[in-house]
């Protein structure tokens, strides 16, 4: 991040996982988002509960064993109980505490695939397939990052940082670019504001439409019940 901090004002990353919880004496299967520190407050995010991770976590493999749990997972798997906060549980056998709740209607970054949980990303180890220097060896893969272009700096400004960067670590070869495919934060945030507000409004014509059921009223007076697309 502070190599390109130049034309970037927040860079944050994740890596996605199929790692097995144990809580509660059941155990199951959790889509986990191993992600930097700074993920929530880069998004600009609140929990629900709890706290998020903290921009100091993730920077060391094995540390900070601390879990932040999606909100429909929370609903689903712990009834919506506050008192999850504290609470240790087993993911891939390791004791992680679970530290709080991510907002209603965030899911994660991946459009195809729901996220139940979250990670530091230096605990990413715990999946057991990963080198011991997973944490600084270029080849390991599968980290998405995503960056906010910094207040007046313009995509090519960003590029060309970004490729300069890459050219004096031997990434890619003088005359080479490493192409940048940003998406803007910010932008995306606007996008989760939004679809936050629609998934509240598609709530409540549920429970309005469920009222009308339960009040014997006629198939044609029963409101409409619509998910609008993002």
């Not at 299967?29 to 509960?49: D, E, K, Q, W």
């Not at 429909?72 to 109980?81: A, E, I, V």
């Not at 230096?122 to 207040?151: C, H, S, W």
Request: positive net charge; aromatic residues 8%.
């Amino acid at each position: 991040r502070q190599q390109t901090a130049a034309g970037f004002s927040d860079v944050l990353g994740y890596a996605l996982g199929l790692d097995g919880i144990r809580a509660n004496a059941k155990s199951d299967r959790s889509v986990t988002a191993y992600v930097t520190g700074n993920y929530f407050t880069a998004l600009g995010l609140r929990p629900a509960i709890g706290r998020l991770m903290l921009p100091s976590e993730g920077k060391t493999e094995r540390a900070d064993p601390h879990r932040v749990m999606a909100y429909s997972y929370w609903q689903t798997r712990f009834g919506g109980d506050p008192g999850v906060v504290g609470k240790q549980v087993s993911v891939d056998g390791h004791p992680v505490t679970i530290v709080g709740v991510a907002p209603k209607g965030f899911a994660g970054l991946y459009s195809l695939v729901d996220v139940q949980g979250y990670l530091p990303y230096g605990m990413r180890v715990i999946e057991g397939r990963l080198k011991n220097d997973f944490m600084t060896d270029r080849e390991t893969r599968n980290l998405y990052l995503f960056g906010r272009l910094r207040p007046g700096a313009s995509l090519e400004q960003a590029q060309a940082k970004l490729t300069d960067y890459h050219r004096s670590k031997g990434i890619v070869s003088a005359d080479e670019r490493n192409d940048l495919d940003t998406v803007r934060l910010a932008e995306l945030s606007g996008q989760l504001a939004k679809a936050q507000e629609r998934t509240l409004e598609w709530e409540t014509r549920l429970r309005q439409a469920r009222a009308f059921v339960a009040a014997g009223a006629s198939p044609d007076k029963v409101p409409e019940v619509r998910a609008n697309a993002v």
